[in-house]
């Protein structure tokens, strides 16, 4: 998530077009959890269908960060 969240052509839709640093994309993935089980949503990685490579993300964050 913070090496994709990092590439240009992300930054400028997402997180207002600042770099993300390692700690806030970490927070990221450290609530998603807990909000899959108290608020029934989170974030989900995209991967290549053939391979394991992280290719993005999608889903939803809770307003906290």
């Known amino acids: 998530m913070h090496q994709v969240s990092n590439e240009p052509g992300v930054r400028k839709y997402l997180f207002d077009g600042k770099p993300v640093s390692f700690s806030i994309a970490h927070e990221i993935i450290r609530q998603s959890a807990p909000n899959f089980e108290s608020r029934k949503f ?12 992280v290719v993005g993300f999608c889903g939803l964050k809770a307003s906290t960060i």
């Not at 989170?42 to 490579?53: A, D, H, N, S, V």
């Open 42 to 53: 989170g974030i989900w990685t995209i991967r290549e269908k053939r391979t394991p490579e």
